[in-house]
């Protein structure tokens, strides 16, 4: 999702462009697995108006405001989330903005027992399970028109699942990109990403995009494990952004799966820009 979408990862990115965007996403995973997990979100954040707070650095500190609900089902467990999100941008210099930014939400997890299917009909120990508790994510995000480097903690509140004695544990998320430009009408971009779990071993992936004019760009990634992605999108008029990501499965579950599929929309309304214009390499 991180190529498609940073804000969703780190809330610091609130704000860090002009325009407002909004973004719906969809992801299907293993396909053929029956109940294999599927993700749906809807997002969107802009800048504020700027205060009159000068820095002889670089010009004007700023603000950014999001949002964004994300629905995520692997058959008899689902997770609701919505959060709001705020960010201050600080210009460190002319070309360099150091972003800082903290979310707040709600989550609800569940379980539902009706699709599950035990051994042993009716078990006791299996029953439906509804837990909602409040979540926090914070973030930095240094960023400029070719490269920008961003450190999200997910999930920083410690809290307990009712009905349970599992509590949400805290990851961190490491971004990088930059963008390198071959001539005048092609970019690109490579990138990273790598998520590192309190408890779990850290997961990476490596996307390489080549972008021509704003308009049309091509991608490739390795996962960690899990396989390698291909990607496409382009922009329509400026305003209108569609991107397409197929996973292929390399691990065992490549002969019982037909991969992995994810679909975004981005709407950029009132957004400046144009085939000649540079813009961060985090955006799609």
Not at 2 to 18: E, H, I, T
Not at 43 to 72: E, P
Not at 242 to 252: C, E, P, R
Request: charged share 15%; proline share 5%.
């Amino acid at each position: 999702m991180y190529y498609f979408n940073n804000f969703m990862l780190n809330p610091a990115v609130a704000g860090s462009r002009k325009c407002y965007e909004i973004k719906l996403g969809y992801r299907t995973q293993w396909v053929g697995f029956e109940s294999a997990p599927q993700t749906m979100f809807i997002s969107g954040h802009g800048r504020l108006k700027s205060k009159n707070s000068n820095n002889r650095r670089g010009g004007s500190s700023y603000q950014g405001l999001g949002a964004y609900v994300i629905k995520d089902d692997t058959g008899p467990i689902g997770k609701l989330g919505a959060h709001l999100a705020y960010a201050i941008h600080i210009p460190l210099n002319r070309y360099i903005t150091a972003g800082v930014g903290l979310s707040i939400g709600v989550m609800q997890f569940r379980v539902s027992s009706g699709e599950l299917r035990p051994a042993v009909a009716p078990d006791p120990a299996v029953s439906s399970l509804s837990s909602i508790s409040p979540d926090a994510n914070l973030g930095v995000w240094l960023y400029s028109k070719d490269f920008y480097a961003g450190l999200a903690a997910r999930q920083v509140l410690p809290v307990s699942l009712t009905g349970t004695q599992n509590k949400l544990a805290t990851h961190l998320f490491l971004h990088l990109g930059y963008k390198y430009m071959i001539n005048d009408d092609i970019a690109l971009i490579p990138s990273t990403l790598v998520r590192m779990g309190m408890i779990t071993p850290a997961t990476f992936d490596v996307t390489v995009k080549a972008d021509w004019r704003n308009i049309i760009w091509l991608g490739i990634s390795y996962r960690k494990v899990e396989g390698m992605v291909g990607m496409v999108g382009f922009t329509l008029g400026n305003f209108l952004d569609i991107g397409y990501a197929f996973d292929y499965t390399l691990s065992k579950l490549q002969q019982y799966s037909s991969n992995s599929h994810e679909i975004i929309i981005g709407i950029r309304p009132k957004c400046g820009g144009g085939k000649n214009s540079r813009h961060c390499p985090a955006y799609m």
